[in-house]
């Protein structure tokens, strides 16, 4: 066979076609195969950075209301309510305050007195509250009345409001202390309705489809949980030595990781057994800073949620690779088939060709040399 293509036969060509068809979609398969987990890392990184980001992003828009209302309730602090004039007045100031929060979870602003009785209520909806409820075995109230100047913010666990409109729900207090003459004078808060907050700040945090979000204190409760919420007030440690004592020291790590105040994200592996959401979770988390406390925004998707279309896309491609590599593989062994079907069958018509070019050549000699006899014997006579 000439090494020149000119030289080529037809069989020899599609021999080398095949060849190449067949090596460009082994190339092909290769490339897809030993790059896929690099392609999926550059995927879970990104999506990994921008749970990160949204984590971010919730907490500090968190800080942000918070802020702003420890801004008004130092400016109210000033404000006495101990006769009734300076009461009526000082509840003006509070319903202008009020007001402002409309659609916030604000709820309302409240004077407490150095005696820790609630001498002054004013919410958005104007509904009364009984005055003189007790409010000094509160925490707000034991820590305000420690402070030595009114330069302080605290902020409350999610504790149950004893009276107004959320009476017996769950809220957050933010509480400064009120100082006059530089001795104590009693404290003005603000009610703020958990479950809004939770709803407004916490699980509109959704970057893609069934993202879970969920709010930790530095010492691991969590103040809002994942799935149907049946966690909210247990502790994150607890619950890992419960249900998961096999990974408790893996998921002890990462718990450390997420309350350590850092704003990052990592990739977990998460059984979560009762909603069976089982496999690898994308976790971003930042940490959300004000007053006395700290808490952790933490946002979750699953890797299946994230990256299931992209990896349904590649099992996709790697399927068309592998027909379009059969395909290719089949229409050379064809080829070849029918090359050879057809060299067998030209073969046998040669045959037969030259088989029936004999008989005639035999039978044309035959009867030469009967006609040469008959000749001879005519000139005999």
Do not use: C
Not at 51 to 71: C, L, M, P
Not at 93 to 98: F, K, M, Y
Request: net charge negative; glycine share 8%.
């Amino acid at each position: 066979m000439s090494i020149w293509p000119v030289h080529w036969k037809l069989r020899t060509l599609v021999i080398v076609l095949t060849f190449v068809l067949v090596s460009i979609f082994t190339l092909s398969t290769l490339l897809v195969y030993s790059t896929r987990e690099e392609v999926v890392w550059i995927q879970t990184t990104r999506i990994g950075t921008d749970e990160q980001v949204v984590a971010r992003a919730g907490a500090k828009r968190i800080e942000s209301f918070f802020r702003r209302v420890e801004t008004d309730l130092h400016i109210l602090s000033q404000a006495r309510a101990v006769g009734e004039y300076e009461r009526s007045q000082t509840g003006s100031l509070l319903e202008v305050a009020v007001d402002r929060y409309a659609g916030t979870p604000l709820v309302s602003f409240v004077r407490v007195n150095k005696d820790g009785q609630i001498v002054l209520s004013i919410n958005r909806e104007r509904i009364p509250m009984s005055e003189n409820v007790d409010a000094k075995d509160r925490s707000y109230f034991i820590w305000a009345k420690e402070q030595t100047d009114e330069a302080g913010v605290f902020l409350s666990e999610p504790i149950i409001a004893r009276a107004g409109p959320l009476q017996g729900q769950k809220i957050l207090v933010i509480a400064v202390p009120s100082y006059r003459d530089g001795v104590f004078d009693g404290v003005m808060f603000a009610s703020i309705a958990f479950d809004q907050l939770v709803d407004e700040y916490v699980k509109s945090l959704a970057v893609y489809e069934g993202v879970q979000a969920m709010l930790l204190d530095r010492e691991g409760n969590i103040l809002s949980g994942l799935f149907a919420q049946d966690d909210v007030g247990h502790n994150a440690r607890e619950i890992i030595a419960s249900d998961y004592p096999d990974k408790q020291k893996l998921y002890e790590g990462y718990l450390a990781e997420i309350l350590s105040g850092v704003n990052s994200w990592v990739e977990v592996d998460l059984d979560f057994t009762q909603e069976e959401q089982g496999g690898k979770w994308i976790v971003g988390f930042a940490p959300m800073s004000f007053g006395n406390s700290l808490w952790s925004v933490v946002v979750l998707v699953s890797h299946n949620e994230a990256l299931g279309r992209f990896e349904r896309y590649q099992q996709y491609s790697q399927l068309g690779l592998i027909f379009a590599g059969l395909g290719v593989v089949s229409i050379g062994l064809l080829s070849i088939v029918s090359m050879r079907k057809a060299q067998l069958v030209w073969y046998k018509r040669g045959f037969e060709r030259a088989k029936k070019l004999k008989q005639d050549a035999i039978q044309a000699v035959g009867i030469d040399g009967s006609s040469d006899k008959l000749s001879g014997k005519n000139k005999g006579n």
